[in-house]
């Protein structure tokens, strides 16, 4: 079984810098590609980024390209997502997911694994 730990969410002002983790238990993590998700109330989950197994591939939602960064940490089980010039729309609780099957990197139901989300909140 895996399980993901989200952290480093929080209150932010426009065009400042956060940076998330994913903390993820088991030994699945550094053979399977990870994603970072996000959702706000009354909305669909929205694809953000996404990483394969070995770090050299990476993807991301249109909204988010150039601003930020998916990396992974497969010696520390760890997953990130730098985000930087952080924008009140990006206000939303991210989540991060393991993939271990086929599928979209942009499909959130070809994710296995989910954390329990963490508030990143952007004021104006």
């Known amino acids: 079984q895996v399980q993901l730990v989200e952290s480093g969410g929080g209150l932010v002002q426009a065009g400042g810098s956060l940076r998330l983790s994913c903390a993820a238990s088991?030994?699945?993590?550094?053979?399977?590609?990870m994603g970072w998700f996000r959702q706000t109330p009354g909305k669909e989950r929205e694809f953000v980024a996404a990483?394969?197994?070995?770090?050299?591939?990476?993807f991301y939602a249109d909204s988010v390209k150039g601003r930020f960064t998916i990396s992974r940490d497969n010696a520390k089980n760890t997953a990130y997502l730098q985000m930087n010039s952080l924008k009140p729309e990006d206000t939303a609780v991210y989540y991060c997911?393991?993939?271990?099957?086929?599928?979209?990197?942009?499909?959130?139901?070809?994710?296995?694994?989910w954390g329990q989300g963490t508030q990143v909140t952007v004021s104006s």
């Open positions: 088991g030994r699945t993590f550094s053979s399977n590609s």
């Open positions: 990483v394969t197994w070995s770090g050299f591939t990476t």
């Open positions: 997911a393991l993939k271990t099957r086929g599928g979209s990197y942009n499909y959130h139901p070809a994710y296995d694994y």
